[in-house]
């Protein structure tokens, strides 16, 4: 595209949720920043999230949207899972290539009190514990890695991820801003990555750029987009965007496949329901969407499945 024509569908997708992938010092240098206010909002809202919980589920599913968007394959899907001793359990996102992620947290209610830095104490919430990765390609096995958390920050985790498991220097920066009456305020991150070619001077042109940032959340409180994060993160280095993609909250479940949840009950159960005229009540705990199934929807999903077995 010439550079004097506007790209209009790039403007629009900067008016919501929406990431920024971009490059600088001669391709030595790979980034991508996000702002997902709305993601993280929904995601609050589907699973009732305390202030922490929010924090820390908004932190990954942003990581996770980042890294997908990174992939090359259009199908593939990545799951980020962290596990820990503290209160919150567990929390695991997917997102796959197109911005698209989905949440939960096994303890989405967890109130602890601020850190030392008077800020939402991830860490303590999350506890110590491990971080698992697994990218799903269509047609491949899933490919998987474990590491051990670092801080249960999130961001701090991720980036030993990456250095640890891909061997590629990484920062990465996730953060969420919850207002007074819970609802996300503000959220946004950003990963940047040395490719294997880089030059040494960069490592330390990256850690001066990145001294003086006291936060994400605080870029955002300043107005500044993903573009605007990226270029001044990357000041002096040549930065240049190559592309606006979308970020938005998004399950993908359906009654279609909460019939295939049902079957798993097996069949005596669901003739069982059927004569009993009961409705099979299916809960997605990603979004908190219940999907019913009427007992002539169960007897239709049985036929099917018979028929199936015999063919
Ligand atoms: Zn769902």
């Given at each position: 595209?010439?550079?004097?024509?506007?790209?209009?569908?790039?403007?629009?997708?900067?008016?919501?949720?929406?990431?920024?992938?971009?490059?600088?010092?001669?391709?030595?240098?790979?980034?991508?920043?996000?702002?997902?206010?709305?993601?993280?909002?929904?995601?609050?809202?589907?699973?009732?999230?305390?202030?922490?919980?929010?924090?820390?589920?908004?932190?990954?599913?942003?990581?996770?949207?980042?890294?997908?968007?990174?992939?090359?394959?259009?199908?593939?899907?990545?799951?980020?899972?962290?596990?820990?001793?503290?209160?919150?359990?567990?929390?695991?996102?997917?997102?796959?290539?197109?911005?698209?992620?989905?949440?939960?947290?096994?303890?989405?209610?967890?109130?602890?009190?601020?850190?030392?830095?008077?800020?939402?104490?991830?860490?303590?919430?999350?506890?110590?514990?491990?971080?698992?990765?697994?990218?799903?390609?269509?047609g491949s096995v899933p490919y998987s890695s474990q590491t051990e958390l670092v801080t249960g920050e999130v961001g701090d985790d991720l980036a030993a991820y990456f250095s640890l498991s891909d061997q590629i220097p990484t920062s990465v920066g996730v953060g969420v801003l919850v207002d007074?009456?819970?609802?996300?305020?503000?959220?946004?991150?950003?990963?940047?990555?040395?490719?294997?070619?880089?030059?040494?001077?960069?490592?330390?042109?990256?850690?001066?750029?990145?001294?003086?940032?006291?936060?994400?959340?605080?870029?955002?409180?300043?107005?500044?987009?993903?573009?605007?994060?990226?270029?001044?993160?990357?000041?002096?280095?040549?930065?240049?965007?190559?592309?606006?993609?979308?970020?938005?909250?998004?399950?993908?479940?359906?009654?279609?496949?909460?019939?295939?949840?049902?079957?798993?009950?097996?069949?005596?159960?669901?003739?069982?329901?059927?004569?009993?005229?009961?409705?099979?009540?299916?809960?997605?705990?990603?979004?908190?969407?219940?999907?019913?199934?009427?007992?002539?929807?169960?007897?239709?999903?049985?036929?099917?499945?018979?028929?199936?077995?015999?063919?």
């Amino acid at each position: 595209m010439a550079d004097n024509v506007i790209d209009l569908s790039a403007e629009r997708l900067r008016r919501k949720d929406h990431m920024v992938r971009g490059t600088a010092a001669d391709g030595m240098i790979r980034a991508i920043a996000i702002t997902a206010r709305d993601t993280v909002q929904k995601a609050h809202k589907n699973h009732n999230t305390s202030p922490l919980v929010s924090a820390a589920l908004g932190r990954l599913m942003m990581a996770g949207q980042m890294m997908g968007a990174m992939f090359k394959h259009p199908d593939e899907l990545i799951t980020l899972e962290m596990r820990g001793d503290g209160p919150v359990g567990g929390i695991t996102v997917t997102a796959n290539n197109r911005g698209q992620v989905k949440g939960s947290a096994n303890h989405p209610n967890v109130w602890l009190p601020l850190n030392e830095l008077g800020k939402l104490d991830v860490g303590a919430g999350i506890g110590r514990g491990t971080l698992s990765v697994v990218r799903d390609i269509p047609g491949s096995v899933p490919y998987s890695s474990q590491t051990e958390l670092v801080t249960g920050e999130v961001g701090d985790d991720l980036a030993a991820y990456f250095s640890l498991s891909d061997q590629i220097p990484t920062s990465v920066g996730v953060g969420v801003l919850v207002d007074t009456d819970t609802s996300i305020r503000q959220a946004g991150g950003f990963i940047l990555q040395l490719m294997p070619d880089y030059e040494y001077y960069l490592i330390d042109e990256l850690e001066h750029n990145l001294q003086g940032i006291t936060s994400v959340t605080n870029m955002l409180e300043d107005g500044m987009d993903p573009n605007a994060i990226l270029r001044h993160l990357l000041r002096g280095l040549d930065y240049q965007e190559l592309e606006v993609m979308p970020a938005e909250f998004h399950c993908g479940c359906n009654k279609e496949r909460a019939g295939r949840a049902v079957l798993a009950l097996g069949e005596a159960e669901l003739r069982d329901m059927v004569d009993k005229g009961e409705t099979a009540e299916v809960h997605c705990h990603f979004c908190g969407t219940t999907h019913y199934l009427a007992p002539d929807e169960l007897r239709e999903l049985l036929d099917h499945a018979t028929d199936g077995a015999k063919g």
